[in-house]
């Protein structure tokens, strides 16, 4: 049998602990011997982050702006203890914060879905994918506690002199006080890049905020995501058939809540925090949750929401057997491999992305799974098997496709 041939290099960002092992893994038994593998390869293992003092994460960055199209392991972000462990020259900065910065992109987050693992909310048929604006808000907030008698103002000053408002005089009792922002440009890129994934899904998209109550901060995100929708997306939304709909958080949430799932919902920075947890708990398990970055000018880097597993990894490097699950990880290739090959008009290596994933979730629905999933399943035939034994298992199930 001839291998699948690329023609454009996918950006390969390998990582840490458990995740590289499985990376390998995945790597050897499910993509080499079918495709023969274009990468351009980066090792973010933390070693080498360190030994390239972080310049290997700005270039693996870098290579996706140019290629397009990245898939990436977990990696560590370093802490107090990982300093001492790895013996660091410096507490790198994370490394999804570096590539995100470089990309601008937003991260769309998308549950896999297989029976035998029901959501909580038992109407929820497909996949709900989060999109969580990343910059501003409460996480780049100012805040004072104040004393009773003090008074807090919210003042602007530039070079059209200085508009002032009192946010409270605290007469009665000492308190609290926060100052936040967002700046345009970063909220234009949310947008696109919500309306890029959107078209590229051929899925609704949802926004909500609470702009009924802040008129002109949620103001701005809603009229934004409108101007930008009328003026460069509405026409390319008919023809694919797909909507764009706003309304408010609250409203929202209840609607996620009764509905089937099959759309995109795009949220700011704090709803997209708390929302992502919801839903990833709410569908399952962490291992079987995706992530992609997208950036507003049509980048990708895909990749699984989960870290580097390292209590797996330390028992792993101990010689014992883990049943760590490489569903998310798979996914990140499959989704990184599809993503190349309709980019670069090649239906045989799309076709593998999707039979891949496919046998992926047959072989969970036939019964074996890694422990993870076991403990959650409601199938009667289940059985729970190591890593190994399962990407063997998805292996002859795709041999036999
Ligand atoms: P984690 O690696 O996601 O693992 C937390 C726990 O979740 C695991 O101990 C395990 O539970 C369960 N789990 C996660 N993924 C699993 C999988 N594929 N299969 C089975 N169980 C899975 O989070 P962490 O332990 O907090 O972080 C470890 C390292 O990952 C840190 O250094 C952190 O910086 C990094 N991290 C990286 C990324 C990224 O690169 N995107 C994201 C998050 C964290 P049990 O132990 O109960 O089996
Ligand atoms: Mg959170």
């Known amino acids: 049998m001839s291998k699948i041939q690329m023609t454009t290099p996918i950006v390969e960002l390998d990582g840490d602990e458990m995740t590289r092992v499985l990376w390998q893994w995945i790597k050897e038994l499910l993509i080499l011997p079918y495709v023969d593998l274009k990468s351009e390869y980066y090792d973010l293992g933390l070693e080498y982050r360190d030994k390239t003092d972080d310049k290997v994460t700005v270039e693996s960055a870098e290579a996706i ?27 790198w900065k994370s490394p999804n914060g570096t590539v ?23 109407n929820w048929e497909k996949p709900i994918i989060i999109a969580r604006h990343a910059y501003g808000d409460v996480y780049k907030n100012v805040e004072f506690r104040v004393e009773q008698g003090e008074t807090a ?8 002199g200085e508009r002032k408002e009192t946010i409270l005089s605290f007469e009665n009792s000492s308190g609290v006080v926060q100052g936040l922002h967002n700046i345009d440009a970063s909220i234009e890129s949310f947008a ?51 909507e764009y709909f706003y309304t408010l958080i609250d409203d929202a949430v209840a609607r996620v809540i009764r509905s089937k799932g099959g759309y995109i919902w795009a949220c700011k920075n704090y709803d997209g925090d708390v929302m992502s947890d919801m839903l990833a708990t709410a569908f ?107 990407l063997l298992a998805i292996k002859n199930e795709f041999d036999k496709m």
């Open 65 to 91: 702006k140019k290629y397009g199209v990245g898939v990436k392991c977990a990696t560590i972000t370093p802490n107090a203890q990982r300093v001492e462990e790895y013996n660091l020259k410096k507490m």
């Open 100 to 122: 995100r910065a470089i990309l601008d992109g937003t991260v769309f987050r998308e549950p896999v879905v297989v029976k035998g693992i029901k959501p909580v909310v038992v």
């Open 153 to 160: 103002e919210l003042v602007i000053r530039g070079k059209n």
């Open 192 to 242: 696109r890049s919500c309306f890029e994934y959107a078209l590229d899904k051929k899925q609704d998209l949802w926004f909500a905020t609470k702009d009924t109550i802040s008129k002109t901060y949620d103001h701005r995100f809603k009229d934004i995501f409108a101007e930008i929708f009328e003026n460069e997306y509405k026409a390319k939304f008919d023809e694919a058939g797909i």
């Open 284 to 390: 399952g398990s962490l291992a079987m949750m995706t992530s992609v970055l997208v950036s507003p000018d049509g980048k990708y880097e895909y990749e699984a929401a989960h870290g580097t597993v390292t209590r797996h990894y330390y028992k792993y490097r101990d010689g014992e057997e883990t049943s760590t699950n490489p569903v998310a990880t798979i996914f990140a290739w499959t989704g990184g491999l599809r993503k190349r090959g309709q980019l670069d008009n090649l239906d045989d290596l799309v076709a593998f992305a999707d039979k891949l994933e496919k046998a992926t979730i047959t072989t969970i629905e036939n019964g074996i799974m890694t422990k993870d999933l076991y403990a959650l399943s409601t199938l009667e035939n289940k059985k729970a098997v190591n890593s190994r034994e399962f």
